[in-house]
């Protein structure tokens, strides 16, 4: 038989053990503790359902809490596209450090001239360096936004970071309409000049004279290398635009799920096409003697212009030859 105080240490067992069960088995028929079944949820997203709620505000896509469409960026975010960005950089730095290494300045084989011709005007210069100018500005504030964190942060410190990413986010958000009037312009320019043909396939089987010294296949005003960097510049830049407007006002781009995935293009986009202007810029400056001046002053030295371009070289002294029988006595 059990002594009194083990009876009534048994009693006040028995009582708490109610008192604990009690909530539990209320929980069963609550029906809210549905919403919280998370088993119920991943199950719901594994079969390609969606998880919404019930909403009584205007704007139907705030009762979804999650879509399956989700997951890619859910799984972009983060290291992933962390990742992506920085190998993109790195990866073209690098390649283009072992063509320099290996290939070296490509140099005017005949020497320079001295004589000068026009390549471009001002109003194709303008419309180059405000593309340029807003797209390394727009290009390395949204590079801050992914890695800015882990790599400027510990550089700076929050005071400096804080103040920088803010001033960059601004930039960003305001700067991407002129580059978008500046993309326009260059493409209202220059489509002409970049529309594929033959000498386009026999300039990439010679490597476009990159690569061997002394090899100069034909081009006209722009090369089939400079055709790939125009139409990246083109395609890249438009994606970038639509998504990037999108970014800025959610309510035109649908569902936060389409948000997700405009941010998702956008991001990715800018990436390849970062890698991308990289050669262009390393071409357009120390990769490639007198290269620079048909930006930098409108004029490029005759024998340059002769080795990389000889089709439009003869387009332009034809057309000059044309123009001077063509004036009137005096
Ligand atoms: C400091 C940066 C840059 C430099 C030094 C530079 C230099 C040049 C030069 C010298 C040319 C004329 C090449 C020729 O004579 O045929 C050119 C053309 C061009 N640039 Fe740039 N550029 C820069 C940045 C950019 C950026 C950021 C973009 C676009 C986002 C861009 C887009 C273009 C396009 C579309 C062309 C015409 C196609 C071509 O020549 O590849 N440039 N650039």
Same mark, same amino acid.
């Given at each position: 038989?059990?002594?009194?105080?083990?009876?009534?240490?048994?009693?006040?067992?028995?009582?708490?053990?109610?008192?604990?069960?009690?909530?539990?088995?209320?929980?069963?028929?609550?029906?809210?503790?549905?919403?919280?079944?998370?088993?119920?949820?991943?199950?719901?997203?594994?079969?390609?359902?969606?998880?919404?709620?019930?909403?009584?505000?205007?704007?139907?896509?705030?009762?979804?809490?999650?879509?399956?469409?989700?997951?890619?960026?859910? @799984?972009?975010?983060?290291?992933?596209?962390?990742? #992506?960005?920085? %190998? &993109? $950089? +790195?990866?073209?730095? =690098?390649? *283009?450090?072992?063509?320099?290494?290996?290939?070296?300045?490509?140099?005017?084989?005949?020497?320079?001239?001295?004589?000068?011709?026009?390549?471009?005007?001002?109003?194709?210069?303008?419309?180059?360096?405000?593309?340029?100018?807003?797209?390394?500005?727009?290009?390395?504030?949204?590079?801050?936004?992914?890695?800015?964190?882990?790599?400027?942060?510990?550089?700076?410190?929050?005071?400096?970071?804080?103040?920088?990413?803010?001033?960059?986010?601004?930039?960003?958000?305001?700067?991407?309409?002129?580059?978008?009037?500046?993309?326009?312009?260059?493409?209202?320019?220059?489509?002409?000049?970049?529309?594929?043909?033959?000498?386009?396939?026999?300039?990439?089987?010679?490597?476009?004279?990159?690569?061997?010294?002394?090899?100069?296949?034909? @081009?006209?005003?722009?090369?089939?290398?400079?055709? #790939?960097?125009? %139409? &990246? $510049? +083109?395609?890249?830049? =438009?994606? *970038?635009?639509?998504?990037?407007?999108?970014?800025?006002?959610?309510?035109?781009?649908?569902?936060?799920?389409?948000?997700?995935?405009?941010?998702?293009?956008?991001?990715?986009?800018?990436?390849?096409?970062?890698?991308?202007?990289?050669?262009?810029?390393?071409?357009?400056?120390?990769?490639?003697?007198?290269?620079?001046?048909?930006?930098?002053?409108?004029?490029?030295?005759?024998?340059?212009?002769?080795?990389?371009?000889?089709?439009?070289?003869?387009?332009?002294?034809?057309?000059?030859?044309?123009?001077?029988?063509?004036?009137?006595?005096?």
């Amino acid at each position: 038989m059990a002594n009194p105080i083990s009876r009534l240490i048994m009693t006040l067992g028995l009582v708490l053990g109610v008192m604990l069960a009690a909530p539990a088995a209320q929980a069963q028929v609550n029906p809210t503790q549905q919403s919280v079944n998370e088993g119920a949820l991943l199950e719901a997203l594994g079969s390609g359902g969606n998880v919404a709620g019930r909403i009584t505000i205007p704007d139907e896509s705030a009762g979804y809490l999650i879509k399956p469409d989700n997951k890619l960026w859910a @799984a972009l975010q983060g290291d992933t596209l962390h990742q #992506i960005s920085i %190998w &993109a $950089v +790195i990866g073209m730095v =690098a390649l *283009l450090t072992l063509f320099y290494v290996l290939r070296g300045k490509i140099r005017v084989d005949g020497g320079l001239s001295g004589r000068k011709i026009l390549r471009f005007n001002t109003i194709e210069r303008f419309a180059h360096w405000t593309l340029a100018s807003t797209f390394i500005i727009l290009a390395l504030s949204g590079l801050n936004l992914i890695i800015g964190k882990t790599v400027i942060l510990p550089l700076l410190g929050e005071a400096a970071f804080g103040t920088l990413s803010a001033w960059g986010k601004i930039a960003h958000n305001y700067l991407a309409w002129p580059f978008m009037v500046a993309l326009v312009m260059v493409l209202l320019l220059w489509v002409v000049h970049n529309i594929p043909n033959r000498l386009d396939l026999e300039w990439l089987k010679q490597g476009g004279g990159l690569v061997k010294k002394g090899v100069h296949p034909p @081009a006209k005003k722009f090369n089939a290398g400079q055709k #790939i960097i125009f %139409w &990246a $510049v +083109i395609a890249g830049g =438009a994606a *970038l635009s639509y998504t990037g407007v999108m970014l800025l006002f959610p309510a035109e781009a649908g569902t936060p799920a389409d948000w997700q995935f405009f941010q998702t293009i956008h991001a990715l986009t800018a990436a390849v096409l970062s890698a991308i202007i990289i050669a262009h810029i390393y071409i357009g400056s120390v990769g490639m003697e007198g290269a620079f001046d048909a930006m930098g002053t409108g004029e490029v030295d005759e024998n340059w212009a002769k080795e990389h371009h000889s089709l439009w070289v003869e387009e332009v002294k034809g057309s000059k030859a044309s123009k001077g029988r063509t004036q009137p006595a005096e």
